[in-house]
Nanobody
Framework: QVQLVESGGGLVQAGGSLRLSCAASGRTFNIYAMGWFRQAPGKEREFVATISRSGGSPFYADSVKGRYTISRDNAKNTVHLQMNSLKPEDTAVYYC??????????????????WGQGTQVTVSS
């Protein structure tokens, strides 16, 4: 099991940037693809981005493509989400996630095996 703790959320004006981090515990961090999801008030949790075990093959939701960048550092057991050109509609609680097993690259909530506690991102207009 991988335990996940997010950090880096906050309040930013539209057009600004934030960088989220997710610290993972467990010796097997580097065998899992990692991802980020978000949940806005009154909406379902949705996929944002994922990255493969090696740090390659990043994949993004259309809504964030070109603005967000996911990366990971397996030596430090961390995954990051750089968010640029933020919009008010990006306001949500952002969750770090890992797939149910090492073969899963989670792009739906059903495929996620572990969640972090979430970090709030608020973008003001």
């Amino acid at each position: 099991q991988v335990q996940l703790v997010e950090s880096g959320g906050g309040l930013v004006q539209a057009g600004g940037s934030l960088r989220l981090s997710c610290a993972a515990s467990g010796r097997t961090f580097n065998i899992y693809a990692m991802g980020w999801f978000r949940q806005a008030p009154g909406k379902e949790r949705e996929f944002v981005a994922t990255i493969s075990r090696s740090g390659g093959s990043p994949f993004y939701a259309d809504s964030v493509k070109g603005r967000y960048t996911i990366s990971r550092d397996n030596a430090k057991n961390t995954v990051h989400l750089q968010m640029n050109s933020l919009k008010p509609e990006d306001t949500a609680v952002y969750y770090c996630a890992v797939g149910k097993n090492r073969l899963v690259v989670a792009t739906t909530t059903q495929e996620v095996g572990s969640w972090g506690q979430g970090t709030q991102v608020t973008v003001s207009s």
